[in-house]
């Protein structure tokens, strides 16, 4: 900012920066807000920082120019502000934060030290020609050896010489220099308290920094103007806190001054029996007779150069010089260097300090939030995974999970949907052959009522042949466990699933392994960590879903068709028709023959209920979970026919007679079970390419669809 021409011109002013260290925002913490009736308070201790302004400015010239010089320092102080922004400690630059506190800007009197430096241009009140004389004794030689040259301003009294001569030999440099700085007009002026009040400058023990000819080391100006030597060039520092504090007890002197002469007065005035008296009333009294002294004189004096060894400063300095060898300015650089102490972050510390109070804030968090503990009923090897085992088409299976609660509060669980993306390959519109769903076996000739539609949405607990559940409530809802409750899950397999939309689509891509049984389960704890369940399961194939191609292509005795389902793309047509379908048939033909010879022609299933064994509604045997013997008689028979057709083992059926079954229950599975197959043919009976031959032949679509069942 300029102060010279017109008072706003550069050719005298000055240029500010300023820095931060240390503070909250250096150990990368935001400040505390405060609230809004709170703003007059002081803020918190080194939370912003320490804020350090930098002057370097360049007062106005002449002698006897001292109030303008004044007045300069003044406006700078006035005039000079920087943008409301937030400093950033770390990288030195201002932030995007504004400081809301100081929206018109930030004065330079407001920071925490300030450094003010420069050409001030003070000068020496003394004669010229005897400040030359003084110094001229201690100035260095030039580079080419000689002395300096004595240049005076008036004309030489060589009696004159020779006293100043004897004078300056008994000086030392120090004391000269302490001489001539009592004529200082810089420190005049803070004594006065005109400039730089409360500006601390170290102590001068060089010479005079102005003026010089160019190019030359020690020889004083010798051109025409014989400027007088001075000490324009200064260092000065102020520390807002000493500032505070010396100001303070600069008051506390002067009040104790004017009671001492009010003290005075009373003894002169013969008053003697009470000097003063202490109290609230005095106490005011003399506040305002400090305030009255302070108008009458003009403006109290200050001595800033006092030792600052009682006031702690956060500003040492170290040294203070100037470098006499440099001759490519009529000017004498001067330097400080300085210790400056202040709140800074240890890395190390504030790491070690960090993690410490993550530690115990996850140590805390962890003891408050919900805790819930699942273990896996069988689980011998502690994996935490719901493993089924080997599972069959058309079978289910039950694993139990047990979760307790075992933190300090309740606990409330639940199982999250979430998307199930799993496609399953469907069927080909054009290909003329209905979609059947497995679901209640509704798959006997004959059966034309509705399948169930399937019940899902875009977002499941689980995938569709996997159902969970809490075994209190029997469904999926959420609970909530006491501290040290626990609760029963039922986890089910079921094959074919409950609800599907394809399980025929389903069953192929598990033969051909495109379809693992693998699922994960989330369990949801409010307000703590979702527990994950891992499920899986290892489906057994099965002939059910193959074509009759592929079902032509497996050997004799080599284990049927799971001996040979990752080989049958290989293997060469073995038989003219499937051996599963011979097997079945072969059976069906001779147990009916036994049946119709052995039980006569009245009173029997097979002439009282026509249809009998492939019509549902003509069984005997059912699964009924009400009763314990048949809860599952039906299914366990299914899956023992269903074993011997896919492994191609011989008939045990001894084995089923021990274990209750009748040749009529027998008979029933196994027309079930080549019902089944028929259904579940990857290509249907009737090829592709003649099943227009049929539709027209048929008459109809339905018996066209019945034909191709069959």
């Known amino acids: 900012m300029g102060t010279g021409l017109m008072g706003y011109m550069g050719n005298k002013g000055a240029c500010l920066a300023r820095i931060v260290l240390g503070g909250l925002p250096a150990a990368s913490i935001i400040p505390p807000v405060l609230p809004e009736d709170s703003k007059d308070e002081d803020p918190i201790k080194d939370e912003r920082g320490l804020v350090i302004v930098f002057v370097d400015s360049h007062l106005a010239a002449f002698a006897n120019a001292v109030d303008r010089r004044n007045w300069d320092f003044a406006e700078i102080q006035r005039r000079a502000f920087f943008h409301p922004k937030v400093l950033d400690p770390v990288v030195g630059g201002d932030t995007d934060q504004e400081d809301l506190s100081n929206p018109a800007g930030i004065q330079i009197y407001d920071a925490d030290i300030i450094f003010w430096t420069g050409d001030l241009n003070y000068r020496l009140d003394l004669p010229n020609d005897d400040i030359r004389k003084a110094f001229h004794p201690f100035l260095p030689a030039e580079e080419d050896g000689r002395h300096p040259t004595l240049t005076l301003q008036g004309p030489l009294d060589t009696a004159e010489e020779e006293r100043s001569k004897s004078s300056e030999q008994s000086r030392s440099l120090q004391q000269t220099i302490t001489q001539v700085l009592k004529s200082d007009q810089l420190y005049e002026q803070q004594r006065l308290g005109k400039a730089f009040t409360y500006y601390h400058e170290g102590p001068i023990n060089f010479l005079p920094t102005y003026k010089y000819d160019n190019k030359t080391i020690a020889t004083f100006d010798s051109s025409e103007k014989v400027r007088g030597p001075s000490y324009c060039d200064r260092i000065l520092w102020k520390v807002k806190s000493v500032a505070l504090e010396e ?58 150069r006092s030792s600052l060894d009682e006031i702690y400063s956060p500003v040492t300095l170290l040294s203070y010089t100037s470098h006499q060898l440099i001759t490519s300015s009529d000017h004498k650089p001067v330097s400080a260097e300085f210790r400056l102490e202040y709140l800074a972050v240890s890395q190390s510390a504030k790491a070690r300090i960090h993690a410490e109070i993550v530690k115990e804030l996850d140590r805390n968090e962890n003891e408050l939030r919900p805790m819930v503990t699942v273990v896996v009923d069988n689980d011998k090897s502690n994996t935490g995974i719901a493993d089924f085992g080997d599972i069959r088409w058309g079978e289910k299976k039950i694993v139990s999970v047990t979760i307790a609660n075992t933190g300090r509060g309740l606990s409330t669980c639940e199982f999250v949907k979430r998307p199930i993306t799993e496609t399953l390959e469907t069927e080909d519109e054009d290909s003329g052959f209905a979609k059947l769903d497995l679901q209640d076996h509704a798959l006997a000739f004959g059966d034309e009522s509705d399948a169930p539609q399937a019940a899902g949405s875009e977002e499941e607990v689980s995938r569709e042949w996997l159902t969970a559940q809490f075994n209190s409530t029997l469904a999926t809802d959420p609970i909530t466990l006491e501290p040290g409750d626990a609760e029963s899950i039922t986890l089910e397999i079921s094959l074919p699933p409950r609800h599907s939309s394809d399980a025929l689509a389903l069953l192929r891509q598990l033969n051909s392994q495109k379809v693992p049984l693998l699922d994960v389960l989330v369990l949801r704890i409010a307000h703590g960590r979702d527990i994950f369940i891992p499920v899986k399961g290892s489906f057994i194939t099965t002939y059910l879903g193959y074509s009759l191609v592929d079902l032509l292509r497996i050997p004799e005795n080599a284990g049927g068709l799971r001996g040979n389902y990752q080989t049958l793309s290989k293997n060469n047509l073995q038989w003219s028709a499937p051996r599963e379908l011979f097997r079945m048939t072969e059976y069906l033909m001779a147990s009916i023959r036994t049946i119709v010879q052995s039980e006569g022609g009245q009173g029997v299933r097979w002439t009282m209920l026509p249809g009998w064994p492939f019509m549902t509604d003509t069984w005997g045997l059912l699964d009924d979970p009400h009763q314990e013997r048949s809860k ?20 045990q059926w001894q084995e089923m007679e021990n274990m209750g079954y009748t040749l009529e229950e027998c008979v029933e599975v196994m027309a079930e079970s080549l019902l089944e197959w028929l259904a579940c043919l990857e290509s249907g009976l009737v090829p592709a390419t003649f099943y227009r031959d049929v539709l027209a032949a048929a008459g109809s679509r339905v018996t066209a669809e019945k034909v191709s069942i069959l």
């Open 632 to 651: 599952t008689a039906r299914t366990t028979l299914k899956l023992w026919v269903r074993d011997g057709l896919d492994c191609d083992r011989e008939w």
């Open 247 to 304: 100001e303070e007890r600069k008051r506390n002197r002067d009040v104790s001054d004017i009671r001492d002469k009010r003290r005075e007065s009373f003894v002169d005035d013969g008053i003697t029996e009470v000097l003063f008296s202490v109290g609230k009333e005095n106490d005011e009294d003399d506040d305002e007779d400090f305030q009255n002294a302070v108008e009458d004189t003009g403006k109290p004096e200050f001595d800033t």
